[in-house]
């Protein structure tokens, strides 16, 4: 008796980890719940990992869906395409890349660092969420996209980070950009 008393609370308790958990898929768009983001990017393809593109695009129906080009090794010049989809990575395809002689791969990629990382796109989203309550009026505005745009040319002080807001019903979509070396937020719409 006492055995299956104590099975059903285990069972209780796994149970409500599991709802309120909602790992990656179910973060908030702010500095916290990007934060929690990077730090499952993280644990899936390491601390040292390298990437050229990092995307995060929410569906109301399933969450955050995380798309990532990675590589552990850029002298490789081998990367992979993943996606996470309601915290499920899957690789979709493998990618070569050419650079130019006399340049590292490395030079066109970039880290989750102290320079690059998440909780500022997450804090851009906040005040983006912000701006557009107050200048356009919009009530619980939501995400569509944000993401990291780094230069092609590798010049890691000309990365942008990028997010796309639109009305919870849908509507205009609101595009918010902040460089790296600059706090301002500029939005186009």
């Known amino acids: 008796m006492k055995t299956l008393k104590s099975l059903a609370i285990v069972a209780i308790l796994m149970t409500a980890l599991i709802s309120c958990g909602g790992g990656t ?3 908030p768009a702010n500095a916290e719940g990007f934060a929690a983001i990077e730090k499952e990017i993280k644990s899936k393809f390491g601390e040292d990992a390298y990437y050229t593109d990092l995307t995060i695009t929410y569906n109301k129906s399933i969450g955050n869906i995380i798309g990532v080009t990675v590589t552990k090794d850029p002298s490789s010049l081998k990367m ?3 996606n996470s989809t309601q915290g499920t990575w899957k690789q979709n395809q493998e990618i070569s890349l050419e650079v130019p002689q006399g340049t590292k791969a490395e030079d066109f990629m970039f880290q989750l660092d102290d320079k690059i990382n998440l909780s500022i796109l997450g804090e851009l989203a906040e005040k983006a969420s912000g701006q557009l309550i107050t200048e356009k009026n919009i009530e619980n505005p939501t995400l569509y996209m944000a993401f ?6 590798g010049d890691i002080s000309k990365t942008e ?14 595009t918010f950009r902040h460089g790296i070396n600059d ?7």
């Open 25 to 27: 898929s179910k973060q």
């Open 80 to 82: 992979g395409q993943w």
């Open 148 to 153: 990291v745009k780094f230069p092609k040319n």
């Open 161 to 174: 980070y990028t997010v796309m807001l639109k009305p919870e019903n849908g509507g205009t979509t609101f």
């Open 183 to 189: 706090n301002s937020i500029k939005m186009n719409n």
